[in-house]
Structures are given as structure tokens and as C-alpha cells.
């Protein structure tokens, strides 16, 4: 798929949306339409690492997600430990490095302790980066930004790539292509000022819906844009 004439995303970013109403759907809990997101999640990545795409980052849990009822969130962590040790030999045979960003320190003790074992675990590889945003909000991460650029003292003015260096994001690039899926139309506070300039993808359907070839889909759309960040 990695043809030379083709422009391929180094960066997409995800929003992964319809779990629940996948499973309401069907009459099932929620929780079974998130693990079957993870199926997805699966698919994904595979597809990355087909297409030599460097930077995949996954909205996985946002700061608004803590609203959500205390079962459905112990449930989602659970199911993310549950992911990060089924894929553990399959990340380190397929060379994937695994980075977080968010507010690492909201997340219950366990989830952190198998996050930085696969963190550390995968530190070296050199493959794809797959970032899962989690306990993520984009204006929570631009306040911090803020504050942690106002503790080290007077500096003005502040430049952008001064500004970058001091999101949680720092050593990714931007992202290039984002897509999202359940055909809803906004960005749900996911990354606001790192895609100032990215191209969106959206799908009507649901997360665990999206196939491997709804991602080559994508990718392939990206790559008979024209993108002129502003120019002529």
C-alpha cells in the first residue's frame, strides 16, 4: 500500500466513536461495545504499520470520560490493562514503542503501574509510536502548558515552538491526518492546537465497525488532497 507516488499521513490521530451504541444496537452492555473497540484498535494498527506510518495516537479516555458511571469507567480500565498485557509480546515482536499523554496521575493505581511496564517495556523499539491519549483534554493540556511555562519564569514573548515543547505532546509531530469515526462532526476538545492544519476524516460508521480497508480508505483519501497550510 506504501507506494511511492502516494503521500502517506505520518501522523493520524483517532477519535473512536459508537462503541456504546454498537452495543445498544444490539442489546448488549456497554462494555462489550468498548471491547470490541479493542478488536478494532487491533485492526488499526496493523494498518499503520502496513501503510509505514510513524505516529498513531488514539483518543482512548478524555477528562470529560470520568463524568461517565463508575462502573462503565473501572470497566474501561480494566479493559485497558486487559489490552496492554495481551499485547505485550505482540508490541515487542512488531517493534511498536508506546508512549501516554494526559493526566497519567488521575488514572487508578494498577492502570498506571501496566502503563509504565509497557511504556518502559517497548521504550527501545523503533517501529510505529502508538500514543493513547488518556485522561486527555486538549484545554487541560494547553492550561499546563501555560502554568508550567509561567513557573520557569518571565519569558516574552513566548514563541509557538517554545509553546509546543511545553504540551504533553512535545516529541510528536503534528498530526496529518485525523479521523473519526460515527459520523459526528466536531473535534471533542482532542489535540485543539496541534491540528490547526490537519485533515479530517470523517465516517459514519462505528468504532467497532471500522475495517481494515475503511483505513486504507482514509489513508488513501489523505493522499489526493492538496494541502497548502495557507498558501496559494
Not at 456504546?20 to 485492526?43: C, I, M, N, S, Y
Not at 501503510?51 to 463508575?70: C, H
Not at 511498536?96 to 517495556?121: F, H, M
Not at 492550561?143 to 512535545?170: C, H, K, M, W
Amino acid at each position: 500500500m506504501n507506494q511511492p507516488h502516494l503521500r502517506i499521513p505520518r501522523h493520524v490521530a483517532v477519535i473512536m466513536d459508537g462503541n456504546g451504541r454498537w452495543a445498544k444496537e444490539r442489546g448488549l452492555p456497554r462494555v462489550e461495545g468498548h471491547r470490541e473497540g479493542a478488536k478494532t484498535v487491533q485492526r488499526v494498527i496493523d494498518g499503520c504499520i502496513e501503510a509505514g506510518i510513524d505516529f498513531l495516537t488514539l483518543y482512548a479516555f478524555s477528562v470529560e470520560n470520568w463524568k461517565r458511571p463508575r462502573l462503565e469507567v473501572a470497566a474501561l480500565m480494566r479493559l485497558l490493562v486487559e489490552f496492554l498485557r495481551a499485547r505485550h509480546e505482540e508490541m515487542l515482536e512488531k517493534n511498536i514503542r508506546l508512549l501516554v499523554i494526559g493526566r497519567i496521575s488521575d488514572l487508578p493505581e494498577r492502570t498506571q503501574a501496566q502503563v509504565e511496564k509497557s511504556i518502559s517495556a517497548t521504550a527501545r523499539n523503533t517501529g510505529l509510536t502508538l500514543v493513547l491519549a488518556l485522561s486527555y483534554g486538549s484545554r487541560t493540556e494547553i492550561l499546563d502548558a501555560v502554568n508550567q511555562l509561567i513557573a520557569q519564569g518571565p519569558r516574552v514573548p513566548v514563541t509557538e515552538t517554545e509553546f509546543s515543547r511545553a504540551l504533553y505532546t512535545a516529541e510528536l509531530p503534528d498530526p496529518d491526518l485525523l479521523i473519526r469515526t460515527s459520523g459526528e462532526m466536531r473535534l471533542s476538545n482532542f489535540l485543539l492546537w496541534q491540528m490547526s492544519y490537519t485533515e479530517i476524516f470523517v465516517t459514519k460508521k462505528l468504532w467497532p465497525d471500522f475495517s481494515r480497508d475503511d483505513f486504507r480508505e482514509a489513508v488513501h483519501d489523505f493522499a489526493h488532497r492538496e494541502r497548502r497550510f495557507g498558501a496559494i
